[in-house]
């Protein structure tokens, strides 16, 4: 399996080949820094400080060319630059998106594909606790619901890899925020997650799909990507709970979710 970086360097090389697998050989790729962030170019970026690397061919060996940040874009855009096509990981004026990409997570990232899979809705699970949490907090029974499906499949003795706990798959800093004393109890998980998401659809202004990514990859990490993260796993938990909301308004008895543009 290669790593992270490295399948984002795999898709820039591609297209400096010209085909979807390049030839063996050493090719120039520009590292520029801007802003206090990371982009690749096959050609100096106007307005960027920009070294050139020669790498190899051979993904599995490239350096480390995005620096302690990791990949740090999911799109590779195109654009024209003294009357050649010139592709970067920087959206610069005149650029148009060639393709987008998405990565795995990087070591030390929260984000994670959650423990429950898409399925049909569990309305059996800890009624009360929902209700509850709901009333108080004034987030959606069906969200909630949506979540703690996506996360530990209403697990409340799950833990994860990332050493998340309880149903809600609480990480131990938001646990010890919102004062859970026993992540294993499905009242505080739930309870604390709720006010947790309030929290978060208050700074997203309620855009759900912001709110599921920092659920899963961190309020850090939205920020640092200006929205969802390019990793495959946060992509894949979106996905997965806008699908279960739906079906969650619509077992409650509610209107299905609007639709919202893709991320």
């Not at 010139?86 to 594909?113: I, Q």
């Not at 898409?118 to 949490?133: E, N, T």
């Not at 978060?200 to 599921?212: C, H, N, P, Q, W």
């Not at 409650?252 to 979710?257: E, M, N, Q, Y």
């Amino acid at each position: 399996m290669r790593p992270p970086r490295a399948l984002a360097l795999v898709c820039l090389l591609a297209v400096l080949a010209g085909t979807g697998v390049p030839e063996a050989q050493a090719r120039t790729v520009y590292r520029c820094v801007r802003d206090g962030t990371v982009s690749l170019a096959t050609a100096p970026e106007p307005g960027s400080r920009c070294e050139a690397r020669q790498i190899d061919d051979d993904a599995v060996q490239l350096p480390n060319l995005w620096g302690r940040m990791g990949v740090f874009s999911g799109t590779l855009y195109e654009r024209e630059q003294d009357g050649q096509p010139v592709y970067s990981t920087r959206d610069l004026p005149g650029s148009r998106v060639y393709l987008k990409f998405t990565v795995a997570t990087p070591p030390g990232e929260p984000a994670h594909p959650g423990l429950g899979k898409v399925g049909k809705p569990r309305l059996d699970m800890y009624p009360k606790d929902f209700r509850s949490a709901a009333r108080k907090t004034g987030v959606d029974d069906a969200w909630l619901r949506a979540i703690a499906h996506a996360e530990s499949d209403f697990d409340a003795r799950a833990v994860s890899s990332k050493g998340a706990k309880g149903v809600m798959q609480l990480m131990p800093e938001v646990a010890s925020e919102y004062g859970v004393t026993d992540p294993f109890s499905s009242a505080q998980s739930i309870d604390a997650a709720a006010r947790h998401m309030k929290q978060l659809m208050r700074r997203y202004k309620g855009d759900l799909t912001l709110v599921a990514a920092a659920y899963n990859a961190g309020i850090g990490t939205v920020a640092r990507y200006g929205g969802v993260p390019p990793y495959a796993e946060t992509r894949e938990y979106v996905a997965k709970v806008t699908a279960l909301y739906d079906i969650y308004l619509r077992a409650l008895g509610h209107k299905s979710a609007p639709e919202r543009p893709a991320q």
